[in-house]
């Protein structure tokens, strides 16, 4: 059995490092989501989830990557098993998410070097994702236990990555980034009405805003040859 410590494990895209936040898109057919990535990715977001749980999402990914694939990361959520994992890295994805911590999963994206978020809320589920080769683990639903668990989990865990996902609103994204989370997953609060005719202004507004809380909530720097 591979050993933790020997795992290649997949590194997170340089644009989710950039600008933490994953933009969670849910529709009611994959053929809506071009003009919601755009005002996104105006709004300075490109780290973009579409959904499984979205008609059409993964016969639309290789057409969304064609127009957006030079500017956006565009990963697949609501994965719930291997074969699903499989397809959408056929298609293209950047990157996979999953709402369960399948195992299998995980170990597929790794071995195909896909960056890869699987979800779990106790730390057995946690760990076990990490142990796997989990680029970060998705801490769902997040909006349960709050900002201070992932110092609870640093504690007995203290190189695990996270990323919370599930009942957070913008204005909680700094506490978690603050608690040293990777990343956060954003969905309605984000969106709102963006798939229901709402004004995309709106949208881009509220994806500067977001933008704006994490620069500003990222820990600082250190000055070059601070160490010298």
């Known amino acids: 059995m591979t050993s933790p410590a020997s795992l290649q494990r997949p590194a997170a895209g340089p644009d989710l490092l950039r600008n933490p936040v994953i933009a969670v898109l849910r529709a009611g057919h994959a053929d809506q989501y071009a003009p919601v990535i755009e005002s996104l990715l105006t709004g300075g977001l490109s780290s973009i989830e579409l959904t499984l749980s979205t008609p059409g999402a993964l016969e639309e990914l290789p057409r969304l990557l064609d127009r957006f694939g030079a500017a956006a990361e565009i990963g697949i959520g609501t994965v719930t098993g291997i074969e699903q994992a499989r397809r959408a890295i056929d298609a293209g994805a950047a990157y996979i998410v999953t709402p369960v911590m399948d195992l299998p999963t995980v170990g597929l994206c790794v071995e195909r070097g896909i960056p890869v978020y699987p979800g779990g809320l106790t730390p057995t589920e946690l760990l076990a994702g990490w142990n796997a080769g989990a680029t970060a683990v998705k801490l769902f639903p997040a909006s349960t236990v709050g900002p201070g668990y992932i110092g609870q989990l640093r504690g007995p865990f203290p190189d695990i990555s996270v990323i919370p996902s599930g009942g957070i609103g913008i204005n909680d994204v700094p506490g978690w980034i603050e608690a040293g989370a990777l ?28 933008s704006e809380l994490v620069a500003r909530s990222r820990p600082a720097p250190a000055p070059q040859g601070a160490e010298e």
Do not use: H, K, T, W
């Open 183 to 210: 990343a956060v997953s954003l969905g309605g609060p984000l969106l709102q009405d963006a798939f229901a005719g709402g004004n995309p202004a709106g949208l881009i507004q509220r994806a500067r805003e977001v």
